[in-house]
């Protein structure tokens, strides 16, 4: 019942409108051609539920129409075009920076590559630097280097600390890893970002010893428990920390942001 | 208050111009076209209140606003034309107040345009091919 009286309130005021109008007027030589288009304008509120079922969009259509008459006459759009073209501007700019800062990014991560194989004589698969461009044109900054290691050594490596931790079962948060075995290695980036990042702050907070500390890192971020017990021994942990030393020192960026990821095969 | 400002400022103008007309005829034409603008100006402020009104009751009654934009559209057109071919017709040229009257009317029918083409169409879309 809501579209009746939707409809009759419409009725109603395009008529009270068409009085008024009639009276506003300011001479009688326009009247009959301002009837006319007020008697249409009745018309179409009429026949507004009938419209709607035989043509839904017509609407739609009228309206176009009708801004497309004013464009045409053209004497208001002036503003309106201003503005679209500031705002293509500020679209533009920002594409220019957002692709100033991947470029520079890449490069950077580039360097970094380079640099951190120099210095440890790792194989390092690639290295991948976020930079956050920050609001209010303050200097954009870089928020996290992911470094994935190359598997090459690693396999054998991981085989061997598999076994041994058959033979000696890890500490209790290695335990406490281990059933979460299954899911590794096809993680998507930004989940093991962010595991890593939790637990560097957690280590950085507890201050553990370096050992145990490495062991949750390298079981973390390498996302297999076995890798872990193996880097945890044999000191993966000093590899990525001189890898966060060496582009602390060398970049002036926290240490924390870097996270490195020592990548295994699939089996 | 407001009438007799604007009946004061009438007869003001009426009597400078029918002193000066015999002399200047130019300036008093001038002083006539001052004057119905200064009267147009003043009047644009009553039109704007009345136009809000007009918007508010179409918002709250749900109805479509391009119907009263439609409507408000005719009424500025056939005020300025009547306006602009009444300076000219006081100046003595008939026809080309005559002119001005036509471009009025022609854009109030151009208006009406896009209503018609739908409802023919609607009509059109009814009937059965």
Known sequence: MTWLAEWLKEIIFVVLLAAFIDLLLPNRSMERYVKLVISLLILLTLIAPVMRLFAPD????????????????GQQSAGTDTEEILRQGEQMRMKREQEAIQWASEEAAKRMKDQIERATGQPVDRVVVRVDAAEDDAEPSISSIDVYMSPKEREQELSRKDDQKEASPG?????????????????????????????????????????????????????APESDSGYGHEGANPLSRQIADILSRGWGIPAEVVHVVLQEDAK | MEMIQIVGLGLIATILILTIKEQKPMFAFLIAVATGIMIFMYLAGKIGGIIEVLEQLAESSGVQMIYLKTILKIIGIAYIAEFGAQIVRDAGQESIASKIELAGKILIMVLAIPIISIIIETVMKMLPA
């Open chain 1, 58 to 73: 017509a609407e739609r259509q009228l309206e176009m129409a009708f801004m497309d008459s004013a464009d045409s006459a």
């Open chain 1, 171 to 223: 500490t209790s948060s290695r335990i406490a890893i281990a059933p979460v075995e299954p899911v590794s290695i096809e993680v998507n980036p930004q989940e093991r970002e962010a595991v890593g990042a939790e637990d560097t702050a957690i280590a950085a907070a507890s201050g553990e010893s370096s050992g145990r500390e490495g062991g949750t890192a390298g079981g973390i971020i390498g996302l």
